[in-house]
């Protein structure tokens, strides 16, 4: 649905024209918080809205995938010089 290269579909929460644009995307959660700047994003003209194509949430999931393992091993790792 959001991979009209031509922008044509409209926004879902006032219809108005998505563009392509970069946006940040913000992800807190349980132990850190994660700024990702310059991601491909759908942009509403009208109001602002911002929408993430299939492949970019994927990708951005494997990111927040990955980023947890590591903590999760950090954590061990802390615990295991604790004792």
């Not at 194509?53 to 010089?81: F, H, M, N, P």
Request: hydrophobic share 35%; with cysteine.
């Amino acid at each position: 649905m959001l991979d009209d290269p031509q922008g044509m579909n409209p926004c879902p929460c006032c219809k108005g024209t998505l563009v392509r644009r970069n946006a940040s995307y913000t992800a807190t959660r349980k132990g850190y918080h994660l700024i990702m700047d310059d991601v491909p994003a759908w942009m509403c003209e009208q109001c602002g809205e911002t929408l993430f194509d299939e492949e970019t949430v994927d990708t951005i999931q494997e990111t927040l995938r990955q980023v947890d393992a590591r903590l999760g091993k950090l954590a061990a790792t802390a615990l295991s010089a604790a004792t």
